[in-house]
């Protein structure tokens, strides 16, 4: 009886032992020999073993490219050709992801729901009278928005963005900054939309007829610009997108980065025109905003007034009479040596400068004490391009600014006492010699600038003691 039973298990341990592994079956390597070969797969198969066939054998070429190439990264890579498939493709998917973007902000009717809202929601503080409210009714005023407008508000009431902003004693926010930081982020995507719309190429860099293309898109929608003029539209749209190429592209590439005109205050300059009512805004604050409409008449009667030979730009004589002829000669001759292309020809307009370039010089004088003005002005500044102003630079600007004053019937000036006065305010980290770095970071450096090149810059600063109080005197006449 045991005996009959131990055989069973042993021939079933036999029978075990004696089954070969699956690899080694004639007909299991068959089979993937039949497979491998593609003769037993459907079409669709065939295709998918072909396509990963293809990508592998990219793969391998690209690994072997990096490889030859070490560790310099791709930097380059070729724009697809005009009506090809893959620029349909590339702007269908564009045209579909700003859709969507687009979908998912706010509207007018959205953020009118959501300023009632908050005043409904919030606490009076008996101390200010402004309109608050703590984290807890931040989180409820969420809940009621989501409710009326839907999910798409509901990214602005995250607890990060409650700690941005200011808190009193009682961990308590205004609701104004909130709207209004509302408010500033769906019109900054909203310009990014538009912008990337316009952008040909998909690069994230406007050209200047994009940019161009952009401000006329966005005149209808301007308070202050509606009764402009059909036929100065394009005039506008020139000298308005030449202040964001001025200070947002200062490698004159001829292209400005989305992100950095979004980031610019040029962009918020040019939203300032959204007031309905032009009384709300006085005469100097319109001639001081760049992008209002009575600044670009203005910019456009000046270069009419001094090309007086009608033939659309500026020679050096007629340069010379800008702001009164108060500019000196070497200024002027130092900007047609940094700032004016060449022509081609060594006659006609090869050495005269265009509007485009008007528009930086005049961007350049108005706007000294930014980064991008004074770093125009130092370049005619540094007279022999070494990249740093030296004594003798300083008294050879000076001397036509001197020569000017005394001809104005003004006392007598000691070039050198001007030349220690400039080196006091600079207080360059060399003693030698004043960088562009040096006037950038003595806070003065447009006085300084304004000093070397115009005569009337020099008389604002040896009477800017008698400015001050002339500027104090009205308010004491009102008290009085």
């Known amino acids: 009886m045991y005996s009959g039973s131990s055989d069973g298990e042993s021939h079933d341990t036999s029978t075990q032992r004696k089954i070969p592994p699956a690899s080694s079956m004639l007909w299991v390597r068959n089979l993937r020999r039949y497979i491998g070969s593609g003769a037993g797969l459907g079409s669709e198969a065939l295709m998918e073993l072909e396509t990963k066939r293809i990508l592998l054998e990219i793969f391998k070429e690209k690994q072997q490219k990096s490889q030859e190439a070490g560790t310099i990264p791709s930097f380059y890579k070729k724009k697809p050709e005009e009506g090809s498939i893959s620029q349909r493709v590339q702007r269908l998917a564009k045209y579909r992801f700003l859709k969507k973007q687009s979908d998912l902000l706010l509207n007018a009717d959205d953020l009118a729901a959501m300023w009632v809202c908050l005043r409904e929601n919030c606490v009076i503080d008996d101390a200010t009278g402004a309109e608050k409210m703590n984290y807890e009714d931040f989180c409820h005023i969420a809940s009621v928005c989501t409710e009326q407008i839907g999910p798409k508000c509901r990214r602005f009431f995250s607890p990060s963005n409650f700690m941005k902003f ?101 962009l918020q300059e040019l939203m300032e025109l959204h007031q309905e009512s032009e009384e709300e805004v006085t005469d100097t604050e319109q001639a001081e905003n760049w992008f209002s409409l009575t600044s670009a008449q203005r910019i456009c009667d000046m270069f009419l007034a001094l090309d007086k030979d009608m033939s659309g730009s500026l020679c050096k004589q007629e340069l010379k009479e800008y702001a009164d002829g108060t500019l000196t000669e070497i200024f002027i001759e130092r900007v047609f040596d940094e700032h004016v292309r060449r022509g081609k020809s060594g006659s006609g307009n090869s050495r005269e400068m265009d509007f485009d370039s008007f528009l930086d010089f005049v961007l350049a004088l108005e706007n000294k004490d930014t980064p991008e003005g004074l770093t125009y002005l130092f370049r005619c500044l540094d007279l022999q391009g070494r990249g740093f102003l030296t004594t003798a630079d300083i008294h050879s600007l000076f001397r036509d600014v001197h ?67 002339e500027e104090e005197e009205p308010p004491e006449e009102e008290s009085q």
């Open 403 to 469: 020569q000017k004053w005394i001809e104005g019937g003004n006392y007598e000036l000691c070039i050198e006492d001007v030349r220690d006065e400039i080196w006091d305010m600079v207080k360059p980290s060399d003693p030698l010699k004043i960088t562009l770095g040096d006037l950038l970071g003595c806070k003065q450096g447009g006085t300084v600038a304004s000093m070397l090149i115009d005569v009337r810059g020099f008389w604002a600063h040896d009477n800017r003691e008698n400015l001050l109080q």
């Open 166 to 266: 200011e808190k009193d004693e009682a961990g308590r926010i205004a609701i104004l900054p909130f709207y209004l930081y509302v408010m500033r982020t769906v019109s900054l995507t909203q310009a990014r939309i538009d912008m990337s719309e316009l952008d040909e190429d998909s690069d994230g860099f406007l050209q200047s007829h994009e940019m161009e293309a952009y401000i006329g898109g966005l005149i209808p929608n301007l308070a202050q610009l509606r009764d402009m003029p059909p036929a100065f539209n394009q005039m506008y749209c020139r000298i308005a997108s030449q202040k964001f190429f001025f200070f947002c592209d200062p490698h004159r590439r001829g292209k400005a980065c989305i992100k950095k005109i979004l980031l610019s205050n040029c």
